[in-house]
């Protein structure tokens, strides 16, 4: 399901990055990052993150389960219903500023993603080798469901997940069901 969110780089007091379209939560988005980061990319965040953020500033449709060996593109779906077998079978990432689609960078932060339809947020600390899950959630608690291009522009981001990159890969369901059933502390509100 196209649920939306954002790669980011961690800055001073949010983050800032690029969007991602399809399956964003994190037993699909979640686990490609850290599956991408100690396989394809050899544990190597910054080359990463060049990669990922630097070279892509229109963002991702899909990375998930694609071969990072093929040209990054988007794959317009054929209009002609014969035509898309073919079409699925191709397995590069599909980007928004290569291949069909030349779009221009969208920069997403903490103070736009969640109001843009963004519901997780993936923050690399380049410093510490971790990466943030981050969820948004609305002011009552709730965490925030996104559409593209509408959500809760005041919702909030929280971790759910501090990663260890170079440590075991986690139980990304976990991960995911703790963001879905998580409620905001009325401490942290202000």
């Not at 699909?28 to 991408?36: E, K, M, R, S, V």
């Not at 593109?73 to 002609?80: A, H, S, T, V, Y």
């Not at 030349?102 to 380049?126: M, P």
């Not at 948004?136 to 925030?144: E, I, L, T, V, Y």
Request: charge should be negative; include cysteine.
């Amino acid at each position: 399901m196209s649920t939306r969110g954002c790669i980011a780089r961690k800055t001073n007091n949010g983050f800032k990055g690029i969007y991602n379209h399809w399956d964003s939560y994190p037993t699909a988005l979640g686990a490609t990052l850290y599956n991408l980061y100690n396989g394809h990319f050899k544990k190597d965040l910054k080359a990463m993150l060049k990669y990922l953020i630097d070279e892509h500033p229109a963002g991702w449709s899909t990375i998930n389960n694609k071969d990072f060996n093929l040209p990054p593109g988007f794959n317009e779906i054929p209009k002609d219903p014969k035509d898309y077998d073919k079409h699925f079978e191709k397995n590069n990432p599909e980007c928004y500023c290569h291949g069909q689609r030349k779009e221009k960078a969208w920069v997403v932060t903490d103070k736009n993603a969640a109001g843009s339809g963004c519901e997780y947020a993936y923050v690399f600390d380049e410093v510490e080798n971790k990466m943030f899950v981050m969820s948004a959630f609305h002011r009552d608690g709730n965490k925030a469901i996104g559409m593209f291009g509408c959500g809760d522009e005041n919702a909030v981001w929280e971790a759910i997940a501090v990663i260890a990159l170079n440590e075991s890969e986690p139980d990304w369901e976990v991960i995911q069901e703790n963001a879905e059933t998580a409620r905001r502390s009325m401490l942290n509100f202000v």
